[in-house]
């Protein structure tokens, strides 16, 4: 396993690779690896002779609602290539580029994608422009390592539909593979954000994915009010103590408002709980 950190670095190798006639994964991080990113590289390893990871903390896509949020987002390199070398499925290449590899003119002057309508609500109404972010460095990564297939965890369900619409309408001959959410044992989701966490906030996080269930006990049992339900959710995390942003039922789709005709839909939530935001969903079938 290699640790390169410039774009010309890496095409070379995936140029060499290429010429073999070898298929390439691509695992797209910001560090700070868990279980759940572990899972992705597995997974990537089935599905390609090769497997990139990325490890970039992009500063593109955080928001100025907590101030200071990029900076102390945790920078964890040697122990994330630590924990890949123990990987009986570790990747080839961890491809670790400074800002100013990814972003030569600088962030704020570089070209930016946007995927309309799903990047502006939900997160993206609590944090503007973050889906420009991902959007933007999703796409100079897919450029970059030229990947046959990239994965990403289910847990971000809103960024995997925008990086789906990314590849679909600039013909990126990219297959996107979304991997179920990795959960601890009292089903918080696994997130690097959950280092934000105080052992006590740790146990009380579980009650996000509690009160998201409850939802879906309720669809699943006929209720149809879904302002009721998405009232109660939101009163609930309120009372344990999270600062809840939403808790909706959507189309899984694009996201639009849930009815009883979707075949597919998502319960989806984010919260406050101390210094960590947190998210979290369930898709469900539409009993009807």
């Not at 973050?130 to 030229?146: D, E, R, S």
Request: charged share 25%; proline share 5%.
């Amino acid at each position: 396993m290699k640790t390169i950190d410039t774009v010309t670095g890496l095409r070379i190798m995936v140029a060499r690779w290429r010429a073999n006639g070898e298929r390439v994964a691509l695992v797209p991080t910001m560090g700070n690896l868990h279980a759940g990113h572990l899972q992705l590289v597995e997974r990537a390893r089935k599905n390609a002779h090769r497997v990139i990871v990325s490890i970039f903390v992009n500063p593109m896509q955080f928001s100025n609602r907590n101030g200071g949020d990029f900076e102390r987002y945790p920078r964890t390199l040697e122990e994330d290539g630590k924990k890949l070398s123990a990987m009986g499925y570790q990747p080839d290449i961890i491809f670790a580029p400074s800002v100013q590899a990814m972003y030569p003119a600088g962030f704020k002057q570089e070209a930016r994608i946007e995927v309309p309508e799903i990047s502006n609500i939900l997160c993206g109404e609590f944090r503007p422009g973050h889906f420009v972010g991902v959007a933007t460095v999703v796409a100079k990564l897919f450029n970059m390592a030229q990947p046959d297939v990239a994965l990403f965890g289910e847990k971000d369900f809103q960024q995997l539909l925008v990086i789906r619409r990314l590849v679909a309408d600039l013909c990126f001959p990219v297959e996107i593979i979304g991997i179920p959410t990795v959960r601890e044992k009292n089903g918080l989701a696994m997130s690097s954000r959950n280092a934000y966490l105080s052992s006590e906030e740790r146990e009380r996080a579980a009650v996000l994915y509690q009160t998201l269930q409850q939802a879906q006990q309720q669809i699943e049992s006929g209720e149809r009010d879904f302002a009721m339900i998405q009232a109660q959710a939101t009163a609930k995390l309120s009372e344990a103590g999270f600062q809840p942003e939403y808790f909706e039922i959507r189309r899984a789709q694009d996201l639009q408002l849930a009815t009883d005709m979707d075949e597919q839909q998502v319960i989806l939530a984010a919260a406050w709980l101390g210094e960590a935001r947190l998210i979290d969903n369930i898709v469900m079938e539409s009993p009807d």
